[in-house]
């Protein structure tokens, strides 16, 4: 065997093993987003979806974009991030949370962006699933609540980065 034989064997197992850390992020992330949808219990129709992690983003599917990692090709091995968008109104407006994924063991690790990271096996557990939806949704009540307070005594003005808004064009409002 060359050396160069030796090197793409190696670079092959570690595009298997990308492959499959990919993977599980991104059965995580729908896990997530469908999970965290049905625990909110907007009655008026989707209320969460996966948008990119970065920049702008619309509330739509957006499949693939969603991840730091594309699907296919050379990947890296290491952390996945994916962006998460909440319905706030009754109307189109929505706001972004950032998630960054890792294995460590047999555990994914959900790192939530100004927040809280969480250990989780796949499939979710009903009591860790809970616990997670509990406190992304209390995480994005206490930033506007955080945000009001700072209203009132007079602190609003900061350069705090926070979260991320949008609003659906019309085409795309939310359905059952």
Not at 89 to 116: P, S, Y
């Amino acid at each position: 065997m060359t050396r160069f034989d030796q090197l793409v064997d190696l670079v092959e197992t570690y595009q298997n093993l990308a492959a499959e850390n990919y993977a599980r992020v991104r059965q995580l992330a729908e896990a997530v987003r469908a999970g965290l949808c049905d625990y909110i219990d907007a009655k008026d129709g989707v209320c969460v979806r996966l948008v990119p992690p970065v920049g702008d983003f619309e509330p739509k599917d957006h499949g693939d974009k969603a991840f730091s990692v594309a699907p296919k090709g050379f990947r890296p091995l290491g952390p996945v991030a994916f962006g998460l968008a909440v319905r706030v109104t009754r109307g189109t407006d929505w706001i972004r949370l950032t998630m960054q994924c890792q294995k460590i063991g047999e555990n994914l690790i959900l790192d939530i962006q100004g927040g809280q990271s969480f250990s989780l096996t796949l499939p979710l557990k009903e009591n860790d699933s809970n616990q997670l939806f509990d406190y992304v949704y209390n995480h994005v009540l206490n930033w506007f609540q955080s945000k009001m307070d700072q209203y009132e005594t007079g602190e609003y003005g900061t350069r705090e980065i926070g979260f991320d808004f949008s609003r659906e064009t019309d085409a795309e409002t939310p359905t059952s």
